[in-house]
């Protein structure tokens, strides 16, 4: 696990999308694996302005979305579809972007073939985000290590953690959702995990330091070869 620290936000979001804009450059067909949420929307905005300042293509590349809510109209602005089109994928040329769907009439047939189509294609580089639980995607604690692509019923602190995005309204907060299983994304071949805040910093220090243990999901990331951590300072002040 290779950890980089970084004393302000800036820096860290500065170096991270500098990071992946090499990958995309070194392979412009490249499989990404993307999150939503707060943490990425830095590095969004930096793959966004370097597109139009430096031109960067990702006519190519390919991404895939870790989850989805289970319940919202794609259309209602905290949908991860909506959130991905605002975020991201208006401002770049990418053409080719899959994202579980949380509509689906049979949403168990719509997890089978998202599994599928990651089997499929595979995904190169992972962006990860982290709950302030360990849960990476929307695989909550005890989540088991070997699943795939699943439907969930969001935990307690995280409908707590995502209200914020509801108006603080924990009644608005989706109780459900469809995501990559922990197999699904510890397949990639390289994972880059962002955190920021001291409320990610117990997880951090467990992904770190702690045991294996399906209770915080995330330390799985110790098991894979090729993971980095891109972290401020408070997100590692308990390292
Ligand atoms: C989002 C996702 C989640 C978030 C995590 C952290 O696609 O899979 O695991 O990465 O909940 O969320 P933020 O970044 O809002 O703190």
Do not use: C, W
């Not at 190519?60 to 991860?80: A, C, M, W």
């Not at 995280?158 to 608005?172: V, Y």
């Amino acid at each position: 696990m290779k950890i980089n620290i970084f004393d302000s936000k800036k820096e860290l979001y500065d170096a991270v999308a500098l990071y992946v804009i090499d990958k995309v450059k070194s392979n412009p067909e490249i499989h990404l694996g993307l999150a939503t949420g707060s943490t990425p929307v830095p590095l969004y905005e930096r793959l966004i302005i370097d597109h139009k300042v430096n031109h960067t293509s990702y006519k190519k590349v390919k991404s895939f979305n870790l989850d989805e809510y289970i319940g919202l109209p794609r259309t209602h602005e905290q949908s991860y579809y909506t959130f991905m089109n605002n975020n991201l994928f208006k401002h770049i040329d990418i053409t080719e972007t899959y994202i579980p769907n949380g509509e689906a009439s049979d949403i168990l047939a719509e997890a089978k073939s998202y599994k599928e189509l990651l089997e499929r294609e595979g995904v190169d580089l992972q962006i990860l985000g982290i709950g302030s639980n360990g849960h990476i995607g929307f695989n909550e604690p005890n989540t088991p290590f070997d699943s795939h692509v699943h439907i969930v019923d969001l935990a307690e602190s995280t409908i707590k953690d995502n209200a914020r995005f509801f108006e603080g309204n924990l009644d608005l907060v989706p109780k459900k959702a469809i995501t990559m299983g922990i197999k699904d994304i510890i397949a990639a071949k390289e994972i880059v995990l962002i955190a920021t805040g001291k409320a990610k910093s117990k997880a951090i220090n467990e992904v770190v330091n702690g045991k294996v243990d399906t209770f915080v999901p995330a330390t799985i990331l110790q098991k894979h070869p090729n993971v980095h951590l891109y972290l401020d300072k408070d997100a590692a002040s308990k390292l």
